[in-house]
């Protein structure tokens, strides 16, 4: 196996816009992710929209076991992922084999609409790397092109991210700008969900989405292994 280089993108968006509630990256979503990778030998760095701080949802440390622990008690990856995220200016996409995109209900408000995000994804993507997500994070894939087609990445793939049934039962379903499911429909996506919070993953061909949070170790075992096969 060779060692890759791993792009995990994470929210900078603090608080839902309609309401006071307080959000950011799920922290298990990033965590269980780079365990995985950590594990296969992988190389990993951190990009956010607008680079810096990432906050964490705070229902997430609520939900927290010990592999989240383990990671937050650990001052590099605190400092790297968290306190101190690249820019996307500062990434050079050429470097990486995958790109990961992070859940938590603040990335509906920073991920979908980005272009340099997107660039720097559809240049990993047209050079033979993978484009991943899970749950919300998933939304940071609807606009990204396959340059040799000219058509979203998305579009024709099965794919599966945050179902309108898990946002209805969490709650949230009316604080949404959009719906993460409509949202994959909409690029042209074959989205298909199974039981709320129960892990489920899609693979086609380069591009692996995860449902939910208690998905995101195994889009990790499912792109280490991916990654291993090539």
């Given at each position: ?14 608080n839902?816009?309609?309401?006071d ?7 298990g ?9 950590a ?7 951190y ?26 008690g650990n ?10 995220t ?7 996409p ?7 995109y ?13 272009t340099?995000?997107q ?15 899970v ?12 340059r ?12 599966t ?11 949230t ?32 061909g380069?591009?692996i ?21 090539k």
């Amino acid at each position: 196996m060779i060692m890759a280089k791993i792009l995990v993108v994470a929210t900078n968006v603090e608080n839902y816009e309609t309401t006071d509630r307080a959000t950011g990256v799920w922290l298990g979503e990033v965590t269980h992710f780079v365990e995985e990778m950590a594990a296969a030998g992988h190389e990993i760095d951190y990009v956010s929209p607008k680079g810096g701080y990432v906050p964490i949802d705070p229902a997430s440390l609520k939900a927290a076991n010990d592999t989240d622990w383990k990671w937050y008690g650990n001052d590099i990856f605190k400092q790297r992922a968290l306190a101190a995220t690249m820019k996307p200016s500062a990434v050079n996409p050429l470097e990486y084999a995958a790109i990961y995109y992070a859940g938590g209900h603040g990335a509906m408000w920073d991920f979908k609409d980005n272009t340099e995000l997107q660039e720097i994804a559809e240049t990993i993507y047209a050079n033979g790397g993978f484009v991943t997500g899970v749950c919300h994070g998933v939304v940071g894939l609807v606009n990204v092109v396959d340059r040799q087609t000219g058509v979203p990445v998305l579009h024709g793939k099965k794919v599966t991210g945050f179902s309108t049934m898990e946002e209805r039962l969490n709650g949230t379903k009316k604080q949404m700008p959009y719906l993460t499911q409509d949202a994959m429909t909409a690029a042209g996506g074959k989205y298909k969900a199974k039981r709320p919070l129960k892990s489920y993953v899609r693979i086609d061909g380069r591009v692996i989405t995860g449902q939910n949070p208690p998905s995101a170790q195994k889009v990790g075992k499912k792109l280490a292994a991916a990654l291993e096969a090539k």
